[in-house]
Every structure is written in structure tokens, then in C-alpha cells.
């Protein structure tokens, strides 16, 4: 049974910085691609980051592009996100996800197995 440990959530203010991980217990994924997703209130669950299995290849949403890095440490079992530059239409439910392919995703139905969530809410 795997476990997901997901941190670094909170509130902060614009343009400031938080960074996200989610550590899995139970399972190791360093052989397939990881990503990040966010679901806002009243908003379907959407693709934000991911990174292949051995973290020389990452993919960004656009609005995300040049604020948020996602990364992995295949021997901790973890993968993070470093999100400056934020945004209040950053505001959401971020989750982690263990894709079932080696190279990057977007789809949703790619990913089989997902943390609990971290909320990260961004005032103005």
C-alpha cells in the first residue's frame, strides 16, 4: 500500500515563494513520471508539471511556465515543486501523482496513483 506524504503548502502573499514535496512510502516510483496537478474550488482537477522517470525531461502548463520547477530525488522517493513569482490564481489543492509511463503526461488518466493533496492559497 502506498503512502504519500505531501508538505509545503500554505498561505503566502503575492510574489512570494512556496515549495511543495510529496514523499512516497510503500512503493518506489523512480521508474516512471511524476506530476503535479491543482484543482481550484468549482474547477476540474488540471495538469500544472510533470517530469520523467530519471528527471532530465519536464513539461509546464504555460501560466506556469518560468515561476514553477518541478524536480525529483529518485533515491528519497520525492518530488517537489518550487513555485515562485505567485500568483492569487495560483490558489488551489495541489496533488502529486505517479504516472504509469516512464516519459512525461499530461493526461490525467496517466496517473494511477495520487497524494491527498496540500492547499496553497496566494492573497493579494
Known amino acids: 500500500q502506498v503512502q504519500w506524504i505531501e508538505s509545503g503548502g500554505g498561505l503566502v502573499q503575492a510574489g512570494g515563494s512556496l515549495r511543495l514535496s510529496c514523499a512516497a512510502s510503500?512503493?518506489?516510483?523512480?521508474?516512471?513520471?511524476m506530476g503535479w496537478f491543482r484543482q481550484a474550488p468549482g474547477k476540474e482537477r488540471e495538469f500544472v508539471a510533470a517530469i520523467n522517470w530519471r528527471g532530465g525531461s519536464t513539461y509546464y502548463e504555460d501560466s506556469v511556465k518560468g515561476r514553477f520547477t518541478i524536480s525529483r530525488d529518485n533515491v528519497k522517493n520525492t518530488v517537489y515543486l518550487q513555485m515562485n513569482s505567485l500568483k492569487p490564481e495560483d490558489t488551489a489543492v495541489y496533488y502529486c501523482?505517479?504516472?504509469?509511463?516512464?516519459?512525461?503526461?499530461?493526461?490525467?488518466?496517466?496517473?494511477?496513483?495520487w497524494g491527498q493533496g496540500t492547499q496553497v492559497t496566494v492573497s493579494s
Open positions: 501523482a505517479a504516472s504509469t509511463k516512464r516519459e512525461i503526461t499530461i493526461a490525467t488518466s496517466r496517473y494511477l496513483s
Open positions: 510503500g512503493r518506489t516510483f523512480s521508474s516512471y513520471a
